[in-house]
């Protein structure tokens, strides 16, 4: 089908009910389709929140897709296990010819040979993806099911975040080899970490506090402290058990001070057994109360990096608390929700005048 013989509301009618993966496609016939359809589909470009590359273990190539609310819409495989010769076919990427095999089951062309040049390969395709639908959505370059720190291909690449998901074994102790492992990534945006009891510490330059979102599942709180020196803006805690609150008194009192995490901006801290001292916790940092006449604010701000496959909810959950803090520095207030095995902690960008007014 020849879409330019169409007047224009048809070919872009074509086009609007076209899949993301066949406009990627027909980009590649000529340049003025190309062009084209940037302009015809900026709108709906404009409305992707990200394009993920995601590996299911660190030594696959990524399946590319990009995640809407409820679901996701695949793009391109860089992964071809029995690619047949008589199917492949070549597109110029970039400027670089790279053979693809068209995928039935998911409607993506599949790379062949991405193995052999996964650098170059990897390069080019990121930049045509950058031309064509854009730089104003988030790229994601994430690696799931990493069970040992040894060192693996990471692409540096324009507009390129990292997230990792890494199981560390019970009986763990080579912290070196980790944070060699770490210093090999630029900054993480996103950081899954499941641990047991290792009592290993992390250097406090490490790239793992610097990541701007982490989530950290601890059977026992033997592990490093994990918050102690965290510089990133989101932080979920899930815990097996703990013998005392005085970790998260300690990181309250610090940015309620400002002496750290200057940069937080939401904190959820979940227990599976034993007892959060709520009345202890917030007297040690000097809580302060909203009137219980009145109903207070709710704190939710977007998700850093979403770990749920097909997730409903962009945003943290939120926090309706008539308890919260006040950082010493900048009068900045933070809201905070302890419930029976849960403390939530959100930062507002309000002062404490600010914030009072949005009750008036």
Sequence with gaps: MKISKYPYVIQKEILDNMGFSQLLMLSFISKKLKKFIKSSQNKRFESIRSIEYHCSHR????????PFKG????????????????????????????????????NVPMVCGYKLDKESVTESIHSYFIDFFGNSMQYYWRVDNIRKPSIHFVPKLENLSFCIDMSLDEDFKDMEKLETFFSSYPVFKGFK??????TELFNPESKFYQAESIWVNQSHHTFPDVLHHFKGKQASIYCGQWETSQDLIELMTKWKSGEAFQNLEYLDFDLW?????????????GAKYIDATKT???????KVYDWIYCSDEPNTDPITSHTYVVRATDNRVASIMIQEKRISFGVWNKTEEEFLKLMD
């Excluded at 030594?59 to 990009?66: K, L, M, T």
């Excluded at 970490?193 to 290792?198: D, I, Q």
Aim: contains cysteine; charged residues 20%.
């Design 193 to 198: 970490l499941k641990a047991a009891l290792t």
């Design 59 to 66: 030594s696959d190539p990524p399946f590319v897709h990009i």
């Design 296 to 302: 207070p604010p709710t704190h939710s701000v977007p």
């Design 273 to 285: 057994d034993g007892e959060i001292l709520e009345h202890q916790i917030l007297n040690e940092i």
């Design 71 to 106: 679901g996701y819409e695949p793009i391109m495989d860089f992964l071809n296990r029995n690619p047949n010769r008589n199917d492949i076919f070549q597109l110029n990427v970039s400027g670089k010819m790279i053979d693809f095999e068209w995928c039935d089951y998911n």
